[in-house]
């Protein structure tokens, strides 16, 4: 059963993650199309993902939420870390293969970047996306990131070396444009 709701959307809210969520999100980490996209490079059993857990979740330096919807836990999205001191954080999420083309994941960030700017002190929130996550990249666009840079193969994904794409908005570029989702 999902934590305590902490941001409520439409279609989503944003928990906090228990541990009671361990064994779920360890299912779906390891879900070969949901990992494909994503930082993980080797297999996560339970205990590893209870350590993740423990190490990141439960630091306090980056703000961790499971993303719930009509469904349950669909996923996780993460903003951090909290106290740069420039104000600097990186969004990243995921979403399960059976929530795909909802809407969960636009939504999901939608909320926790407002949540960043409106209470983190946020001034630059940026998102990182490989090469070939094409949702993904729409994800940023609509909620009004911009394409800053291509990292050219700067990451070795599934036996090659891929594009890494950055983009970013800041503070006032949120509040005077707001998202477009």
């Known amino acids: 059963m999902p934590g305590a709701r902490f941001l409520a959307g439409e279609a989503v809210d944003l928990h906090t993650i228990e541990a009671e969520d361990v064994p779920f999100l360890q299912a779906h980490i390891n879900a070969p199309r949901v990992r494909r ?65 909802r809407g969960y994941g636009t939504e999901a960030s939608e909320l926790l970047v ?11 929130i940026a998102a990182r996306v490989f090469e070939g996550n094409a949702a993904s990249a729409r994800v940023w666009e609509k909620l009004g990131f911009r394409h800053e840079a291509t990292h050219r193969e700067a990451a070795f994904r599934h036996g090659e070396y891929v594009d890494v794409h950055w983009y970013a908005v800041l503070e006032d570029e949120w509040s005077s444009e707001g998202s477009s989702a």
């Not at 407002?114 to 630059?124: P, T, V």
């Open 114 to 124: 407002e949540y960043a700017f409106a209470e983190l002190r946020a001034h630059r």
């Open 37 to 101: 996209h994503l930082t993980v490079r080797t297999p996560k059993n339970e205990l590893q993902e209870e350590t993740w857990f423990e190490e990141q979740v439960s630091d306090g330096d980056d703000v961790n939420l499971l993303v719930v919807g009509g469904d349950g836990p669909a996923g996780t999205v993460r903003v951090g870390p909290i106290d740069d001191p420039d104000g600097r954080m990186e969004i990243g999420l995921w979403i399960r293969e059976a929530d795909w083309g």
